[in-house]
């Protein structure tokens, strides 16, 4: 490279540098040091030299926020450290009982917890690599997202190369997460310009990011105001923060956006006095928020509450009472369920709730309907129940007149027509018709979920169409399922059918906990099953299990063995279960904790995509031989999985000398303890 090259690169280099300083002044700090102008020609003096010497030209250069050529479709990209949901809180009563369970597992009789502002927007994860950004992915379903980097390049307050945080080097590769959200007043705006331009108006600012970020042409994206906040990392460990106060400041310190307004709390009393500060205020910020996020500040108090297949133990989102509206209830309809309950539904004249239009709100059941006395033409008091569920909170009595009609839950189910029963001690109506195609069709979809069977391509619309074109008629049924007639149906092809087909067949060989989970078992959810699984070698031997032995294990009491003992005794789920056994659906457990303790004590971490097993089935393994499985790697980790790509972890293993695995390595160990 000639001196004069070397000349240009250091200049352009520099002027990078500069606007990227002046970024973070002006969309991070809020403190711009330049006014819009001289701003405006740094960015056009560094355009002019990239396009002169297009050899120096780089992806992370502030010139490339305006977005490329479109996508045909976004790909999909693995989380390497699950981004786990929230469990909801509505009280301050669910608050005291999550305080008092921390603290009983803790044995403390104080806890600290960092409580922050829960955004209302698009949970996203962003990976650095030598500070420089080279992914950014949707949270998708916790293990998987939506690669959409090309977007997330656009978003201006959030930094294509992270500043060197103070007296420590950038970590190789860092994953932070964080919400896309827009401000208020920009949505605002955003509405009026599609106004005037004859376009649909967004119906929130969270409906305006999550569809700005999913756009396929990114140059779309970048035309919409987005911003980010962070506020979590996958490893905090590699910031060198031991608290959430100290990650927050030590991604602050990478030049990384983060909300101010958070506060240490030592009592519930403290996290009330913030929530109430917070939602006085909330119409008041920039931007929406639906409640607080309580965290345990704390990682190692963290690590030892540890998580559910779907949220942590150790944090809460305590969200705000929700927006509450008038309409009338113009008609109360009447909807099956997968367990056959007969759920009450208002129709509604719709109505504009906490953002989004509203035409239906459920009534529960008949003792609910009778409490608040609702009545078809009543003007009633409707809310968003966590602001996700309609609900009708009350009558408005002074608005009634004789016109009103009361409404009784039929006495036969509107589907099938079977006499519907109600059990001792149950609010719950139900038709006992277990081949009601009502209850087929939810069995049918909650059997194929990805969390279950996991039937890829087995929507809903595609369920609907085998039931109502007389091809399904039982769960068994779907492995009895033949290409001819499906490829008769309408808009399926040989080519959805085979993928269909084969989908099907690949179920067969899903674990125990899925196909007990895939079931239905009244009260056994997904982290029940992988308990149930655990303990019984397969679903012969769970069916003969009885109260005693069932309520011997942890986590299960008299209502969920009953309830486990109830399904097993009913003929029509006998006849199912043999006709899934004959269909060649009868997997057995792995190795437990009641066999085989060989790996207790013992504490894996997995890095890297595994290609023989899912991630999921490599810790159940580890489980079921009585170790322990967890998310980072430190001096009291006995065994680091490496699966292909790893990330940090291997490096960190490699660093404190720990034993590391490759895949085969792993199989192999599993397969000389029996597995």
């Keep these: 490279m000639s001196s004069d090259s070397k000349t240009v690169k250091r200049n352009i280099e520099r002027l990078r540098q500069e606007i990227r300083q002046h970024d973070h002044q002006y969309h991070v700090l809020g403190d711009p040091l330049i006014s819009d102008a001289q701003y405006d020609q740094l960015v056009r003096r560094l355009r002019e030299l990239e396009a002169q010497y297009p050899q120096f030209q780089s992806p992370d250069s502030p010139t490339q926020r305006v977005g490329g050529q479109p996508l045909a479709q976004f790909e999909t990209a693995p989380h390497r450290t699950p981004m786990l949901s929230l469990a909801n809180a509505f009280s301050e009563e669910e608050v005291r009982d999550f305080d008092e369970r921390v603290r009983r597992v803790l044995d403390v009789e104080t806890v600290t917890y960092c409580v922050e502002p829960k955004f209302d927007g698009l949970s996203l994860e962003i990976i650095y690599q030598d500070g420089r950004l080279i992914q950014g992915i949707t949270r998708g379903d916790g293990s998987l997202g939506e690669d959409v980097t090309p977007n997330v390049r656009t978003i201006r307050n959030l930094p294509l190369v992270l500043l060197a945080p103070p007296a420590r080097k950038s970590p190789t590769r860092l994953e932070i997460r964080g919400e896309v959200y827009m401000d208020s007043a920009d949505f605002k705006a955003l509405n009026e310009r599609r106004l005037q331009e004859g376009e649909p108006t967004f119906a929130n600012p969270r409906n305006a990011a999550a569809g700005s970020l999913r756009q396929l042409d990114s140059k779309i994206t970048a035309s919409r105001p987005l911003k980010f906040t962070a506020y979590d990392a996958a490893d905090p460990s590699q910031l060198g923060a031991a608290t959430q ?40 910020v920039a931007y929406e928020m639906d409640g607080v996020v309580v965290k345990v500040n704390e990682f190692a108090l963290r690590r030892q509450l540890g998580t559910t297949s779907h949220a942590p133990r150790w944090a809460l989102a305590y969200k705000f009472p929700a927006e509450q509206a008038t309409t009338v209830v113009r008609d109360i309809v009447v909807q099956v369920g997968r367990t056959g309950v007969l759920t009450p539904v208002a129709v509604l004249d719709p109505v504009n709730l906490a953002g989004v239009t509203v035409g239906r709100a459920t009534l529960h059941n008949q003792d609910e309907i009778d409490k608040k006395d609702v009545r078809i033409g009543d003007t ?55 081949a009601c195609p009502a209850q087929l069709k939810e069995r049918i979809r909650h059997f194929a979920s990805k969390d279950a069977m996991d039937i890829e391509g087995l929507g809903r619309k595609w369920v609907d169409r085998l039931v109502e074109e007389g091809l399904l008629k039982s769960i068994p049924g779907l492995y009895h399922l033949k290409a001819d007639p499906l490829i008769q149906l309408e808009r399926m092809g040989e080519t959805s059918v085979a993928n269909l087909l084969a989908a099907i067949e690949a179920s067969k060989g899903r674990s125990l906990d899925r196909l007990i989970h ?121 065994y680091v999985v490496v699966g292909d790509h790893p990330g940090s972890k291997a490096a960190k293993a490699d660093e404190l000398g720990i034993p590391q695995l490759r895949e085969a390595q792993f199989q192999g160990m599993m397969d000389d303890l029996g597995a």
Excluded: Y
Excluded at 246 to 272: M, W, Y
């Design 245 to 284: 106060a100290q990650l927050l400041q030590a991604l602050k310190d990478c030049g990384l956006p983060v909300d101010p307004n958070h506060r240490a709390s030592h009592t519930v009393d403290e996290i009330f006095d913030f929530f109430r500060g917070l939602q006085a205020g909330r119409h008041a």
């Design 380 to 434: 009633v008091w409707v809310q968003r129940a966590g602001d996700v569920i309609p609900e009708v909170v009350q009558v408005v009595k002074a608005k009634r007149t004789c016109a009103q009609i009361p409404f009784r839950l039929p006495t036969h189910c509107p589907v099938c027509g079977s006499a519907v029963v109600r059990e001792e001690g149950e609010v719950a109506v139900r038709c006992p018709n277990a």
């Design 518 to 638: 895939a079931l239905g078992i009244r009260h056994v959810g997904q982290t029940l099953a992988q308990v149930l699984a655990q303990h019984f070698e397969n679903l012969a031997a769970l069916g003969l299990a009885g109260e005693q032995s069932l309520t011997a294990i942890p986590d299960i009491g008299p209502r969920v063995a009953r309830s486990i003992m109830a399904f097993f005794a009913e003929r029509h789920n006998q006849e199912l279960l043999q006709q899934l056994k004959a269909a060649g659906v009868d997997p057995r457990s792995t190795p437990s904790a009641k066999t085989s303790q060989a790996l207790a004590g013992k504490r894996f971490v997995f890095t890297g995509t595994l290609s023989r097993l899912s991630r999921g089935d490599a810790e159940r393994l580890v489980k079921g031989f009585g170790g322990t499985v967890s998310s980072s790697v430190s001096k009291n980790t006995d």
